[in-house]
T-cell receptor, first 116, second 115 residues
Framework: KAGVTQTPRYLIKTRGQQVTLSCSPISGHRSVSWYQQTPGQGLQFLFEYFSETQRNKGNFPGRFSGRQFSNSRSEMNVSTLELGDSALYLC???????????????FGPGTRLLVL | GENVEQHPSTLSVQEGDSAVIKCTYSDSASNYFPWYKQELGKRPQLIIDIRSNVGEKKDQRIAVTLNKTAKHFSLHITETQPEDSAVYFCAAQAKRNSGYSTLTFGKGTMLLVSP
């Protein structure tokens, strides 16, 4: 099976602009989570989507939003970019098991965003 | 919410030595504990995980132990090799009747293995 893919891999934007990042999960995976990775803060949870519904949300401002499509692909959007938004944005996909078992998350390669 | 503490933040060992990374968590409902390895410029990759119904799990040179009473779990790497050099992240997640909690990560340990 193909792994999780993310596009674009690199982005350079200026303050005030907005950006949209895309994530395609592993085939059959219905849950997609997004994380922000920075050297100082590690991996911080942004949000999780399952069946086109946001299931969990992290402690990020409303400028960060996301959505999931019927084919499980997900996008995240950051509006009014700030310098501090420069980071590696990772998405991860997992199966959803109705039996209540927590399933492993598999990461994509990330999108490296630089805000100037 | 869940809080995961990871120590040490950096660990330097000689090739062939063992390395141990420790994590503690705060949410007693956590029942899934994965470990990820992230090499420079690459994605985090799962190397081993453990669920709360077991106390130890091994996979070749890697082992993870879990102490639910003390709320801590550890990664053990034996016979370290230079290719083990990477950042290692622990994480914890709970499954509740009301739904899933999020996967909460520790801040990472940079492991350097010198030849």
């Amino acid at each position: 099976k193909a792994g999780v893919t993310q596009t674009p891999r690199y982005l350079i934007k200026t303050r005030g602009q907005q950006v949209t990042l895309s994530c395609s999960p592993i085939s059959g995976h219905r849950s997609v989570s997004w994380y922000q990775q920075t050297p100082g803060q590690g991996l911080q949870f942004l949000f999780e989507y399952f069946s086109e519904t946001q299931r969990n949300k992290g402690n990020f401002p409303g400028r960060f939003s996301g959505r999931q499509f019927s084919n499980s692909r997900s996008e995240m959007n950051v509006s009014t970019l700030e310098l501090g938004d420069s980071a590696l944005y990772l998405c991860a996909s997992s199966l959803f098991a109705s039996g209540g078992r927590v399933e492993t998350q598999y990461f994509g390669p990330g999108t490296r965003l630089l805000v100037l | 919410g869940e809080n995961v503490e990871q120590h040490p933040s950096t660990l330097s060992v000689q090739e062939g030595d063992s390395a141990v990374i420790k994590c503690t968590y705060s949410d007693s409902a956590s029942n899934y504990f994965p470990w990820y390895k992230q090499e420079l410029g690459k994605r985090p990759q799962l190397i081993i995980d453990i669920r709360s119904n077991v106390g130890e799990k091994k996979d070749q040179r890697i082992a993870v132990t879990l102490n639910k009473t003390a709320k801590h779990f550890s990664l053990h790497i034996t016979e370290t090799q230079p290719e083990d050099s990477a950042v290692y992240f622990c994480a914890a997640q709970a499954k509740r009747n009301s739904g899933y909690s999020t996967l909460t990560f520790g801040k990472g340990t940079m492991l350097l293995v010198s030849p």
